[in-house]
């Protein structure tokens, strides 16, 4: 066998100025040769494609989010809030520095692959080139072989098929060979999707490898444009539940595959809204093991990675940890043993007696919900407002239903003490009175700079201030969740919508299951808005609606039903959980710190298993201590649960 040659750098032969397929932009690398001048030359070209990318990205969000909050239109329908963008040192990443045993990571250069590209006007350096552009930028050594490197012999570690559209039988033989022997593979879009003359074989090969079912590509005008990474799963767990990824598909040739049938789930295609339902083939990540063998397939082509790229990296950090079999731990987005939670909220406004109808329907069934409460309306109805506090929350919604957006800091200022002095004396505990849902979704970092100076723990807003499906903090407060004014999403689709689609009583009611279903799925937040003046006894919204909450009381997925004040303090209480994994998978150390006050839920630290249904033990590092409980969540991942926990330092041994 011809020994692979070490790549470290970007290869020079590679072509400067070719041609994106089929597109009027081009993607300049950033050079390594040539100079400096040549350097930055490229690296101002690539920023100038990327931004115009970007712009056509953020056209479609803001144009998606005008259309979701039209039931709640005022002046100006989106928010002004930065994009609240992922990153490495976002404090809800956990990092694993457990070492594993080295092993190689072969690039499979595909001269047959590269011909067929070739004949079709097109360039297989695009993709091969985004992969050498990552383990340049991670710094990581990898193999780069080609056709005669292919065979029955190849050592086992990670196979990379990127884009492979060319195998011929020897090569398929020497992949399952190389999987027989312990090896793992990652493949991309079409591989293997023509035989060894180029001509057209199918999606055999990937339905073979994956176990799923492939049923054509996306079209041009299908409306899912985004990657939506699912949440706590082995291949993605650093970046968050919901994350939305833009994959340019207006400006690349090569579109997604449509998969169905992966028995495990990493990401989805969908629509900025994700809007569930629209597409039944739209699995975009799908992992597995077969024997001993690990394998991953991304539905999409490496062409799609230069608009997010630093996400993209992050995905695949977390795709080749679970390939090299290293155990990564994460913390758990909700209490244990819920994967997910959902806000059952009102907006307490017009027609504000019939709240007293949806308070009826939570008590029913069990559920607390949160009103957000229109104070110069509830200052009429004290009686209701006591009656609501008795089994729910009592939240502002604003003094009078005027957008706060772009008003003057001082007019602002006013009004939000106005509301306080308005509700204050209608409750009997006021300082549990923390939230803040603003009129027609419409605030400002004004706002929210007054909301966190004026005592409030969290603000209930439109989604268009961040990428994921989960809490986050406001820019404007400190980037801590123990003490920062938290944002909590409004990511479902409210009765608002609803009502402007013409929804009937069970499309309303299949639209909210498919919402909470979404939610679960992905280990998300959740949170259903209704309005008082739509909830007379017999309308759609209110029949739908009590048969939602008798859908998810008998569900029994595990999903947190729970008032918006009370998802606000688990995530300032999960703030205070830190925790440190490393050694090896033969003998870890888990430090774990807990910081005053102390942990008031039971909290999840899951960790990703180096083999199907293989199971850690572990003991404590000093004698005495209570042990954790070892709950395992699938074939790949263990919750090590631990009770309420004090204010301290916790040592234990893991191993496998």
Known sequence: ?????????????RGIFARLRNSPLFFMPLL????????????????????????????????????????????SAASSNPL??????????????VKVASSNTYLFNSKKTREYFSSTGSNYDLSLDQWHYYFQARGAKYLDIHDADLTPTLKPGILILPSTVVLSSKERSAIQAFEKRGGSVLATWATGARDGDGEWAGYDFLQKQFDIKVSGEFAAQDKEKFLIVSGETPVASSLPSGFRIWLGLADVHDRPLRVSGGGHIAGRFMDGLRIPGKVDANEAIVYTESGSSRRVYLAFAENSWRFEQAN??????????????????????????????????????????????????????????????????ATRYPDI???????????????????????????????????????????????????????????????????????FGHILANADGTEAMLPYLSPVSPKDFRNGLIVLPRTQRDDMNFNAEKFSTQDMLKAMQDDFDLAHEYGALGALSLHSQH??????????????????????????????????????????FKSELSGSPAKMQLDITIEKPG??????????????????????????KTLPLLVPLDDYQTAIVFNALEPGHYSYYLSY
């Open 1 to 13: 066998m011809t020994q692979p040659k070490m790549n470290t750098a970007i290869h020079k032969s």
């Open 32 to 75: 390594l040769v040539g100079g400096f001048a040549l350097a930055s030359l490229a690296y101002t070209l690539i920023m100038e494609s990327d931004a115009g990318s970007n712009h056509g990205r953020q056209r479609w969000v803001a144009s998606a989010y005008q259309n979701m909050n039209a039931g709640n239109a005022a002046p």
């Open 84 to 97: 609240n963008i992922w990153k490495p040192d976002n404090p809800h990443q956990v990092i694993s520095a």
């Open 312 to 377: 993209m990296y992050t995905l695949l950090d977390d795709v080749l940890d679970w390939l090299r079999r290293r155990p990564d731990t994460y913390l758990a987005n909700w209490p244990y043993p819920y994967r997910a939670a959902q806000i059952l909220e009102m907006d307490t406004e017009q027609d504000f007696t019939k709240a007293i109808n949806f308070a009826d329907t939570l008590d029913a069934n069990g559920f607390q919900g949160t009103f957000y409460s229109l104070t110069s309306v």
């Open 385 to 455: 407002v006591r009656h609501l506090e008795r089994n729910h929350e009592i939240a502002y919604h604003g003094d009078v239903h005027d957008a706060f957006k772009g008003l003057p800091r001082e007019t602002q200022s006013k009004r939000l003490d106005a509301m306080q002095q308005d509700l204050r004396p209608l409750v009997t505990e006021p300082s549990r009175l923390r939230g803040f849902r603003p009129p027609y979704e419409l605030a400002d970092q004004v706002v929210e700079s007054l909301l966190f100076e004026k005592g």
């Open 535 to 576: 909830f007379e006894l017999d309308t759609p919204v209110a029949k739908s609606t009590a048969e939602f909450l008798s859908y998810i009381k008998s569900s029994r997925n595990k999903t947190w039903i729970a008032p918006s004040g009370t998802i606000e303090s688990w995530w300032r209480n999960r703030a205070l």
């Open 599 to 624: 942990m008031h839920w039971s909290t999840a630290l899951v960790i990703s298993n180096p083999a199907k249904g293989l199971q850690p033990r572990i003991r404590n590092k000093k004698i005495g």
